[in-house]
């Protein structure tokens, strides 16, 4: 198991939106996340989602899916997975308005969902 310093957000990229007056809100979607359990050291499965509102840029996906696969030996918990996906997201995008959702298959009964989402300070 990894430590949560093996979470790549330096494969973000982002390239530029080129309609930033117009408020487009996009949703992408994984279902092929993988995680580990801090506790106990077996696999989480999610589906983690993002919603945002581009400002100047948009996240390019083939560096999304890398960041995501990441997490694949990391061990995290849910309620952290998600704020950490979107400190990373923000830092890397900064866009207007950002939402994730992880959504985490049933382990000893229990299912999970997790959603935190970010707003831009207007000035």
Known sequence: MRSTDAIRADVLEAFEYEYPER???????SEEFTSVCPKSGLPDFATIRINYIPD???VELRSWKFYLMSYRHVGIFHEHVVNRVLEDFVAAVEPKRATVFGDFTIRGGVHTTSKVSWEKKTE
Do not use: G, P
């Open 23 to 29: 408020d487009v809100e996009l949703d992408i979607s």
């Open 56 to 58: 100047k840029k948009c």
